[in-house]
């Protein structure tokens, strides 16, 4: 059954992957998310992306995504590493170096430029505690 889903909406989520509440899927289209990927609260993911397994190397291992992260299309995300709360990750940018709390990631080689406010405005259906 899952892998019907898999096929019919285009996402690739193991079902041991640990997901926050309020994450939102804003748009149909291809997300692939390793089963070792932690993905906090009030996350916004949009389509095209992947959040990935690095097998080798210094970062071995899975992202852990903090609370209110918006990721854009089409960013990969990939190794042991850790994104804090309050992060923006521009479209089509590549991630594979810890990100501070309050930043926005953009280009490839990502570039970190701090924001204090980085997501208002882009974090979509919040749910309230």
Known sequence: MTRHYCYKFGFQIPITTKIGKGVYFSHFG??????????????????????????????????????????????????????????????????NFNVPSNSVVMGNPGKILENENATEGYINKILQK
Request: charged content about 10%; proline content about 3%; glycine content about 14%.
């Open 30 to 95: 291809t997300v692939v998310i390793n089963e070792d990927a932690v993905i906090g609260e009030n996350c916004n993911i949009n389509h095209n992306i992947t959040i990935g397994r690095q097998n080798r190397g210094t970062k071995k291992g899975s992202p852990i995504i903090g609370n209110s992260v918006w990721l854009g299309t089409g960013c990969v995300i990939v190794g042991n590493i850790t994104i804090g709360n309050n992060v923006l990750i521009a479209p089509n940018s590549y991630v």
